[in-house]
């Protein structure tokens, strides 16, 4: 797997991981600014993830993009 697409997986992974965070963190929130907070996090979240699967999906038309072993 070339580095690039390595990175893609790993924002991937990420932004995962913030969206968890986000939904864990507005359980748990105990003010309003907390809240605003999460609501950030899980809006680049899944700014980020749309990119991140956009950019995955080109390197696969490309045939760049191999999944590894």
Do not use: F, S
């Amino acid at each position: 797997m070339k580095p690039c697409d390595t990175n893609i997986n790993r924002t991937l992974k990420l932004v995962d991981e913030m969206i968890a965070l986000a939904d864990q963190g507005d359980v748990e929130r105990e003010d309003v600014g907390c809240g605003i907070m999460y609501g950030i996090l899980r809006d680049a979240a899944y700014r980020l993830k749309k990119i991140a699967e956009q950019e995955k999906k080109a390197h696969q038309q490309k045939g760049w993009w191999h999944e590894p072993q």
